[in-house]
């Protein structure tokens, strides 16, 4: 699959509102045959869900480059084309194009008849050091990687996925467990993943992450787990944490040390927990995973824990990187269950820090992706 940024640079209105039809009508419908014009009630027609909201604005934020500040979100600015055109040129104006250190691409591969993995892709312009690939927490999507890789090194390579169920990833499956997961992003890494590379995971992605680092060693320069604790006693903790993130207002609050204040991720959250895959993730494996899988890691592992974390403790978080040779625990202020998205800065210092000395230099050969 051959990747190309998009430039926006000096982009009219006609063209900034085809770029937007094009979206919905490619992503969104799947091509259906529906005639969309500027005042289309997108969501009073359900054409714009939550989930879908989370794609487009990650379009808008990786293809179009324009930066959003989910603090000034409101549904209304999202209820037609029009209306996203005209909050996007009053909140950018000029629209201006993203840098080319971070922009990010969308792309997908298919891994099976019934499964399709999305990706954003930021290339490396001289193919140079190891490309990350990142797996986001259940629920967020791989745009909640954008903080950390617009502060991270210009040339880092970044690819980060939709899990399946989540995002623009396509799968006919709905209720997915663990084991689906990790069968998932192996059977990517055997496809299009030609030499070793540094793996993130957040949260649940971390448990992904660190269960596929088990299975491929060979696959696996470094591991990053972000978010991720071994808990004394899994399944009360599995069951208190269900319990506490009953509502979509609990879910945000347990995310997050400040949670966003949009109503539109107020409403993504809930929509999170009416999905099937966020219900069935946390299954008899995943939970055999965290009492006894961190032990069997053979990888070098960084765990980067929020220190007002309230979905897994630091001691849990300390517990998990106890059970891993050689594994080192940081630990970041002001921050709660996702600190690539609260406090990316702080994130990309730790990486520094911990990658520098494990893999190749900037200049080395870059591992190779294989994405057609």
Known sequence: MDVKRTATAGESRSDLVGRLSRYIENEVLDGEDVALDLDTPLLKLGIIDSIELVGLLAFIEDELGMELDTAQLKPEDFESIGAVARFLEMRNPGSKTAAPETAMASQWVRLAEDTELHLLRRS?????GVPWLCLPALGTTAASWSPLVRVVHPEQEV??????????SRSTRSELSFRDHVEMISTFLTLHVEERICLLGGSAGGLIAAEVARR???KVHALVLLGVG??????????????????HEALLSAL???????????????RVLRSPAYKQFLDEEALA???????????????????EDSMTSTEDAAAAAAQVAGASLELVADCGHLPHVEQAAAVASLLERFLAPRLPSQGAPSAGWKLR
Do not use: K
Not at 235 to 247: K, N, Q, V
Not at 256 to 270: D, K, M
């Open 289 to 307: 995973f965290l009492d006894g899988g961190f032990a069997r890691l053979e990888v070098p592992t960084l765990f980067i824990h929020g220190r």
């Open 216 to 218: 491929h060693p060979e």
């Open 159 to 168: 690819v980060a996925v939709d899990l399946a169920g989540f995002g623009l």
């Open 256 to 270: 997050f040390y400040r949670p966003p204040p949009s109503a539109l991720f107020v409403e993504g959250a809930a």
């Open 124 to 128: 490396a312009h001289d193919g140079a």
């Open 230 to 247: 071994r808990p004394a006693n899994a399944i009360a903790w599995r069951d208190s944490l269900l319990a506490r993130t009953s509502s």
